[in-house]
């Protein structure tokens, strides 16, 4: 033995006295071979000699040979005598270490390929008259060296998956000497590859069992999943499934379709496969069997004999082992869960009750923390019951319905406080896909009202950093809004919110917005005021009582304002106010600015100094000065945004002009910007969910955005003066913000007359590419009182 590696010589058996099982006639040894052929295990009473060899020894014990056949069978020999010898291609490995584990159970043998012991079953094996003595295993070879390392003796009761309690098959019984569970955190978890496969012939949760074959074998599975696949027969009294005629390679193709949506098996297996789906009333997999056998008939050439067909249930994920990817129909599965039929845990919340007769497969195969729950051998893997505590009942019910269904259903959708409750339950359980959905719906019924609350909450769950870079972007994009319409931006957590200070997409229509966000964050205001307000209360105090913990925090942000961009008449202001006095890096930011003002940005050489340049994103402001003025973003578009002399815009494909009526002579969207007046230019009715709808519609394009705090209309020739109408906003054409309502509006009164209004309000600070002029009742005109009849629109504002 050299650096944990034992080398086996031909014909020779390497024991050791503390290479045994903790327990006689049960145990597990895991471990790794080097080798061509015929790894061989030895399972005796007492350690054997190093010349010893099995075919000579008399006494009880069981030999198990991996590869042997030149690599190409598996054999299972009982006192010298083969009992097992089936194929087992490619079992040995000559190029590199390959892992292994063997356990024994009073007879039941099983082997796998694999560094975790109970998962990739390679061959289980029940002797009807078990060798209940075997302690000592010994490592041999056949006629080649082998070479051994990483040797292992695992006991039972602290192995990877519970084992059978009294599961009586046959004449044969199997017992639970202790109620070993798994421990999953062994294992690396990859939770977007976890699902059903990974409960596919094990022994975990398992409650049924097929015996399968001549040789009896048996082979676990879940009544749940197979009830809800097909029509296996089950009764209270019984939960084993005999197949004395059927073989297990087309047994293990029927589970393996069932439990990860694909399976492979050999094209003269395939109508056993088949019949064997008929049986059970797997009823997809029974049609492709069919749809593959008639093609094989036509023509015998479409598939290679030599190779095994693949037949995959069509879902939208193809080999992905969560529901609905599965041949598993989700009506039974939830009617399983209404009745309770082959429950084994019933859910209780804390100070609420029973929630639910569930299934801990159902869980598990979505949950990994359920799945370590159900099988790490604590009270929640042996008992029936479990209670939860700090849940919320509601949110947990709604899980429970996507455990079960896949999905999300409609009444979780249009509450968003039952879905942020939803997505915390989901990173509580790591059900990943609940995870992602919720980030989705949260993502898609997002406002700017509560983009802060949901950052707030999200902003601590590690798994949910996308949906917070998303959120904190969003808040950057919508700055003016976000810091003017509450107060909710100062319960951000503070790297939240130098996040979004220091975001290179932050949009402001003003600096002195940053700063004013920087002090009410600072001093965790609970009303909205600016600097003029903290300038009043350093009068009488200090930054130490007004700032308090967060007074540092300030002293970083400040440098994020770019001064240098405000107006020097603010800045004279700023640079005398009692902020200065008591906070120097206030006062000598200002400063810089003052001077930068003065000297120039050459003279300063500070060319590459981030402060001293405008935001990527900044917008122009484009304010009202008097009606029909050139200052408008209409009018701004027509001169292709500064570049170059006037043209209408449509003309220039700058903007898109739409009316509710079609295009014609008198509804021609060219006269709205052209500024030369129109007799006749009005928007017909048409009919919107049952009623008159007339409208006016601005598209200003992909690339742009108005914040709309000013807007201008002129009356055509006609008298059909409007009373009721809105003005409103939409990022995407569908979905309209009202920026002002107009009810019984009396302000135009005669022919061509020009009129503007305001717009105030935190919505005249949320961004839209689209707006629109609606009539919402009838004009003075009693002929046509649902024409809109106006021959000029300008808009003003902050254009991006």
Known sequence: MMEKFVTVPPFECAWREDLKFREAGRGCVAFEAFACNDVTLVFRENVGSQGYHYKRDSSPHYTIILGSHRNR??????????????????????SS?????????????????????????????????????????????????????????????????????????????VEDAAAAAADLGDKEMDYDKWGLRNFLESWELSDMLFIVGIEERPVPAHKAILASSGNFTFCSSSFVITLPTVSYLVLHALLHYIYTGWTRIPQEQLGSLRDLSLQFEVMPLVKQCEEIMERFKLDNK?????????????????????????????????????????????????????????????????????????????????????TLRDVPPEAFKAMLDFLYEGQLNDG???????????????DQFGVTSLHQECCKMLLECLSEDSVCPLLQVVSS???????????????????????????????????????IIKHPDLTVTSEEKVLNAILMFGMKAKGLFGWEMVDQLMINSKPELLFGERLQLVYNLLPFVRFPLLQ??????????????????????????INFVKCGLARLGNEENIRFQHRRSSYRELQYICDGDDHGVLYFAGTSYGEHPWVNPLLAEKITITASSPNSRYTDPKVLVSRTYQGTCFAGPRLENGHNCTWWMVDLGQDHQLMCNYYTLRQDGSKAFPRFWNIQGSLDGKSWT??????????????SQFASWPIIGPNALLPFRYFRVVLSGPTTDATNPWNFCICYLELYGYFL
């Open 302 to 386: 479409l598939f290679d004999k030599d190779k095994n067909v693949e037949l995959t249930y069509p879902s939208i994920r193809p080999h992905c082992s969560t529901l609905p990817s599965l041949p598993v129909s989700i009506q039974r599965l939830r009617q399983l869960k209404l009745t309770g039929q082959y429950s084994d845990v019933n859910i209780y919340i804390d100070s609420y009750g029973l929630v639910a007769h569930a299934h801990k497969i159902v869980l598990s195969l979505w949950s990994i923390p359920f799945a370590k729950m159900f099988t790490n051998g604590m009270s929640e893997s042996t008992s029936s019951e479990i």
């Open 738 to 751: 009202k920026l002002r309502v107009h009810e019984n509006d009396k302000t135009v009164c005669k022919p």
């Open 412 to 426: 979780i959708i249009d509450s968003g406080a039952l879905l942020l409750q939803l997505l915390l339950l989901a």
């Open 97 to 173: 270490f390959q892992s292994y584990w063997v356990s024994i159970y009073d007879g039941l043998i099983s082997i796998g390929n694999g560094k975790y012991p109970f998962h990739d079953v390679v061959f289980q094996w029940l002797d009807s008259h078990p060798k209940c003595n075997v302690l000592y295993i010994g490592l041999s070879s056949w006629d080649k060296h082998v070479r051994y390392r990483n040797v292992n003796v695992l006991s039972l009761t602290h192995a990877h998956v519970p084992l059978w309690k009294h599961v009586v098959f046959g004449d044969y019984q």
């Open 461 to 499: 769950i590690p798994s949910c950093r996308l949906i917070k870079e998303t959120l904190q972007r969003r808040i950057s994009l919508n700055f003016d809004y976000c810091i003017s319409a509450s107060t909710d931006f100062v319960l951000l957590d503070e790297t939240s919110f130098i996040n």
């Open 568 to 593: 020097f008449s603010l800045l004279e202001k700023l640079q005398n106010s009692n902020i200065g006095c008591h906070i120097p890096v206030f006062q000598n930011l200002v400063n810089e600015a």
């Open 73 to 94: 069978r598996l054999r299972i020999e009982v006192n010298g005598k083969t009992v097992v010898d089936v194929a087992g291609v490619g079992l040995c490995c000559s």
